[in-house]
């Protein structure tokens, strides 16, 4: 007879089977013996989504004790729901699931924090739904830290791992992601090697039009390089690190939810994610890319000259001392076309600009914050030269104001330095564009507009300062992610500026001939006596030693 204990039932089912097979059930005649069968459970479920009653049931106890465990955490999975009845469905399916697998009970507590984030109760969540859980919580995140979080999940995390349970996923699943994203960029560097290459024959490089059986070959050339993939971007180790952090950073939060136990990314082996280093781009440097195509580094700086070509070929565009503010005191795209009038002092002593606000893009649609961390906001010192070109600027754009205005047209009271023809915010991807076209036309060796901000730092150095005083200039948080970025560039500038110190004395040095052979003693003469003598020492070796004077 089953017994009624705490909302369910517990009873003793028979496993005998009668002569056709069949279980016996309650006609077994052994029913009456006290250990004869063994211990079951029944308890009420929730009903299905159609509204049907399900039952779960588990026989094969051996005490009525096991029976009773179970019972009790199936009635406080029970509990949890509540009044809820969306609550009551997840529950009821978690549970029919577990009677239909045999699966163990889980305990309350562990469908408690399940049922209180909203993820599924049987843990089957995938790392794919997870991430996009996590990102759905993120309110508070800048508009460049959320969509390079999108970025990663989109193109690189949702491919490789996002069908793995989440707690399932172990160390050789995100290593294989990372080793399967490192052989796509060799992939690609071929690809586009492969292309310069192919570029380089569809060309004719020579002044004139090509004979006729050139032209037939520059055109299946040409047919084979539109065949050919155009160039991508691949994927370094700085790259690999920052989807490793986003990974390891949405792990966490799971953690935080008591949904795994384990974060994966943490213990994954990328390698070293050093910093590129900025190189000047010296005359050999010019040549060899001239000659191939190729650059030298991710971070290429403009010598001083170079600079100057730049911003001389700029001066007549309106953007231009947007692109002298940048290279002499290292602002940022951002805080550039984010910088407002208000924050420029050019009467003070000494002139400043108060670095408060930038404009970035989520997206294609700017929007304006403050700067990311508290040493990027700060005064940036302004030399006399760069007050001049903010004086012109500003005079300039009061002209198209005023003529706008009589010309019926509106203007933007934005207050910004550098603004758009109306005066409304100017796109950051314009001087992006804007700088490009100028540097081609210039024909300069490339660099990026960030760069820019790099050459700042060899100004720095090429005025006689140091690392420390270019941390000061480009508002760094720590002297290492100076030093990390800028002692390569540094050396290369100390070894220029050695040659020029050099070569700064002033020198008439006579003609010289062949060098005497070893051994040999110079013929007297007049002056003779200033002129080192040679000896040998003991080892074969040339000494030079300064002869007697008087």
């Not at 005025?463 to 002297?479: N, V």
Request: proline residues 6%; glycine residues 8%.
């Amino acid at each position: 007879m089953p017994s009624a204990r705490r909302a369910g039932s517990i009873y003793r089912r028979c496993e005998c089977r009668g002569a056709d097979g069949k279980l016996l059930g309650a006609k077994c005649p052994q029913l009456t013996k006290k250990n004869h069968g063994s211990v079951a459970l029944r308890k009420e479920l929730p009903p299905d989504a159609d509204g049907n009653r399900r039952t779960f049931r588990r026989t094969g106890y051996q005490r009525v004790t096991e029976a009773e465990g179970d019972l009790s955490r199936l009635q406080a999975i029970l509990d949890l729901a509540g009044d809820d009845p969306a609550d009551q469905q997840r529950v009821g399916d978690l549970l029919a699931d577990i009677s239909r697998r045999r699966a163990d009970i889980p305990q309350a507590d562990e469908v408690k924090r399940r049922l209180g984030v909203g993820v599924p109760l049987d843990g089957a969540m995938t790392v794919a739904e997870w991430l996009d859980r996590w990102m759905a919580g993120k309110k508070q995140l800048s508009p460049t830290t959320t969509a390079g979080y999108r970025s990663h999940i989109k193109v690189h995390l949702k491919p490789h791992i996002g069908h793995y349970r989440l707690d399932r996923l172990t160390v050789a699943h995100v290593q294989a992601m990372f080793d399967a994203i490192a052989d796509e960029a060799d992939v690609i560097r071929a690809e586009n090697q492969a292309r310069r290459e192919q570029e380089a024959r569809a060309k004719w490089g020579r002044p004139g039009r090509p004979p006729a059986k050139e032209r037939e070959r520059l055109a299946v050339e040409r047919e084979r390089l539109a065949a050919m993939k155009p160039y991508r971007k691949a994927n370094g180790p700085s790259t690999r690190h920052a989807i490793r952090r986003t990974l390891r950073t949405a792990l966490n939060g799971a953690i935080g939810q008591q949904l795994i136990t384990f974060n994966a990314a943490t213990h994954v082996e990328l390698g070293s994610s050093a910093r590129p280093r900025g190189l000047l781009w010296t005359a050999e440097r010019v040549a060899r890319w001239r000659e191939t195509g190729v650059k030298p580094g991710p971070v290429m700086v403009w010598t001083p000259e170079q600079l100057g070509a730049f911003l001389d070929a700029a001066e007549d565009h309106p953007l231009y001392a947007f692109y002298h503010l940048v290279a002499h005191h290292g602002l940022r795209r951002g805080e550039g076309v984010g910088a407002d009038w208000a924050n420029v002092h050019l009467d003070t002593v000494p002139p400043r600009i108060d670095v408060l606000t930038e404009i970035v893009v989520d997206g294609w649609t700017p929007l304006e914050k403050e700067p990311k961390t508290d040493s990027s906001m700060a005064s940036v010192m302004l030399d006399r030269e760069t007050v001049e070109v903010l004086r012109e600027h500003r005079a300039r754009q009061s002209a198209e104001r005023e003529a706008r205005l009589r010309a019926g047209k509106s203007w933007a009271n934005t207050g910004k330095i550098f603004a758009d023809v109306d005066g409304s915010w100017l796109h950051p991807d314009v001087v992006s564009r804007v700088f490009k076209r100028i540097m081609e036309e210039a024909d300069l060796p490339p660099i990026n507009l960030r760069d820019l901000r790099h050459g700042a730092a060899g100004l720095v150095k090429a005025g006689g300062g140091d690392i420390h005083d270019a941390k000061k200039k480009l508002r760094h948080s720590t002297i290492v992610l100076t030093a990390d970025t800028y002692m390569e560039l540094f050396e290369e500038y100390e070894q220029e500026l050695v040659e020029k110190a050099a070569a700064a004395v002033p020198r008439a040095r006579r003609e010289r001939g062949p060098a005497p052979a070893s051994g040999a003693v110079p013929k007297q003469g007049p002056g003779a006596a200033l002129q080192p003598a040679a000896d040998a020492d003991d080892d074969g070796l040339t000494v030079r030693a300064s002869a007697d004077i008087g």
